[in-house]
């Protein structure tokens, strides 16, 4: 399929890819990390470092985590087009997208991904309080029709969820990257982020599955695996990023 590049940047229109990609996109990210996996896990620790302090800061920090999450993403790109092409990794790469004029945009992606999901919380509460609201009048009535309204509507409140969140991450998966390392508008690369990962639904379920079996397999050793499989799962934004829209 043949790019088509935006008369507004840098960006080419996604492409779809071969379901086997999925995994591709886990072997490549291996083949990156293996390249330098020392300095990976020091990149990895540090952020966590970032995101555990983060996390202690009331309300703030939660905010600040969501705003950041984008430029430490990038960077992270950054970080392996750079190993990529022969460069030495440093353990200031985390930081790499926080210079120059990245850092705003990435910014405005994560106060969008905000946006997106204080409307996706206040949708899901007022579908939970109609919910509750069902099954204690049920209780109260003795209705076990008016119990089990409530009940539905509290587990399509959960499902509602679910989707809007999947979109939501659609929408910001490739986002930094498109940023980033192509110079892309923050709303025009959440629309394309959409696009492409639309385009791409079935690798990208293959993916989730190598993830959650990855997942269980990292947790079991107190948690541990983490420390491996952190920056792995990083790495798989940047080779799918540059399988669907090139270096």
């Not at 071969?18 to 990976?40: H, I, S, V």
């Not at 705003?104 to 939970?128: E, S």
């Amino acid at each position: 399929m043949e790019s088509n590049v935006m008369a507004g940047g840098g960006a080419a229109e996604p492409k779809s890819v071969d379901a086997g990609r999925g995994l591709a996109w886990w072997t490549e990210g291996w083949a990156l990390f293996t390249k330098n996996a020392g300095m990976w896990i020091v990149m990895g620790l540090i952020f966590m470092v970032i995101l555990i302090v983060l996390a202690f800061i009331p309300i703030i920090g939660a905010f600040a985590s969501c705003l950041l999450m984008p430029v430490f993403t990038a960077s992270w790109m950054m970080a392996a087009q750079k190993l990529e092409g022969g460069g030495t990794l440093e353990a200031g790469d985390l930081f790499a997208a926080f210079k120059g004029e990245r850092v705003t945009p990435l910014v405005i992606v994560g106060a969008l991904f905000v946006a997106v999901v204080v409307v996706i919380t206040i949708v899901v509460f007022v579908l939970g309080a109609g919910g509750m609201m069902g099954m204690l009048m049920g209780g109260a009535r003795r209705s076990a029709g008016g119990l089990m309204a409530g009940i539905g509507m509290g587990l399509f409140a959960v499902l509602i969820a679910l989707v809007l969140g999947m979109l939501a991450s659609m929408a910001v998966w490739f986002a930094p990257g498109l940023v980033a390392l192509r110079g892309v508008a923050p709303v025009d690369a959440m629309r394309l982020s959409f696009s492409a990962s639309l385009k791409n639904v079935v690798p990208f379920i293959l993916w989730a599955v190598i993830y959650f079996v990855a997942a269980i397999v990292a947790s079991i050793p107190l948690g541990l695996g983490w420390i491996v499989l952190g920056p792995l799962l990083l790495l798989t934004l940047y080779t799918s990023y540059k399988d669907i829209f090139g270096a």
